[in-house]
């Protein structure tokens, strides 16, 4: 099976929101993915001392794994997101990247795939520019970048990054968002599962048929409007 690594940093709730939909694409695309959280490096106190950060951190802490080098290893292929900090990624997720060198020197982040997500509080609050910044890591790396670009109709609907799924924060994220997200997550494990099949043929489909070698599956988005978001959240 396609192992995916959606790596992230949140510290009011945003990106947290679009990594679990990052996950649930790529899940329904067939891959095993764990959803990993940066450290957080900012002082107690200055968290404590913002309402929407000490409630995120307090509840994610105890609910996801903190990421290892391990999760990069094991994964076929990555998502990073980020908030939008003055037009580049955080520090926090930049922090656990600085630690990936023995990895790096060894090739064993090569061949990958890789993509990244991004929330900002502005529409052109510098998206593009976080997740460029982001990017050249995953160049570095020797990785396969999977943007989202203007393959399906979900990305236009979502504001139209080709870049990468990126919510404009209000209190929530948009279900465009999440939609992007979403299929972003599903993109790259389709992509993930093709290396992993290797010699450039595509992965079987789980019914043995073959999949054209260049056209992915047909993609559904699921519903991320907030009716069908507070049925799913009531359900057990
Ligand atoms: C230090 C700092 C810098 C920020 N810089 C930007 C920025 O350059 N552009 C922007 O639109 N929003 C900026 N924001 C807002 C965040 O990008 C936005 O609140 C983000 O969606 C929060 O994501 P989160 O809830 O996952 O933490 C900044 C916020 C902080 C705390």
């Not at 106190?45 to 995120?56: K, P």
């Not at 997500?117 to 020797?142: D, K, R």
Request: with cysteine.
């Amino acid at each position: 099976m396609t192992h995916i690594a959606v790596v992230y940093y949140s510290a009011t709730g945003h990106i947290y929101e679009m990594a679990e939909a990052v996950v649930k694409g790529a899940k329904d695309a067939g891959a095993e993915v764990r959803l990993r959280r940066v450290a957080e490096l900012a002082p107690e106190e200055v968290i404590r001392r913002q309402d929407a950060w000490r409630e995120h951190h307090e509840r994610t802490v105890p609910l996801v794994l903190e990421v290892m080098l391990d999760d990069l290893e094991w994964a076929d292929g990555f998502a990073f997101g980020t908030p939008t900090r003055f037009g580049l990624p955080a520090a926090q997720l930049k922090e656990f990247i600085d630690q990936t060198g023995p990895l790096w020197v060894k090739g064993h982040l090569a061949n990958k795939v890789a993509t990244s997500f991004t929330s900002s509080q502005n529409p052109h609050g510098g998206q593009e520019s976080t997740l460029l910044a982001l990017n050249n890591v995953f160049y570095h790396w020797g990785c396969v970048i999977v943007p989202p670009g203007y393959t399906h109709p979900v990305v236009a609907a979502a504001g139209g990054n080709p870049y990468g799924a990126s919510s404009a924060a209000g209190d929530v994220v948009s279900a465009e968002a999440l939609t992007a997200a979403h299929y972003q997550g599903h993109r790259l494990a389709q992509y993930a599962a093709r290396l992993v099949a290797g010699d450039g043929e595509p992965a079987r489909r789980r019914d043995g048929t073959s999949p054209d070698p260049v056209a992915l599956d047909p993609y559904d988005p699921p519903d991320y409007s907030p009716l069908a978001w507070q049925a799913r959240s009531a359900s057990p």
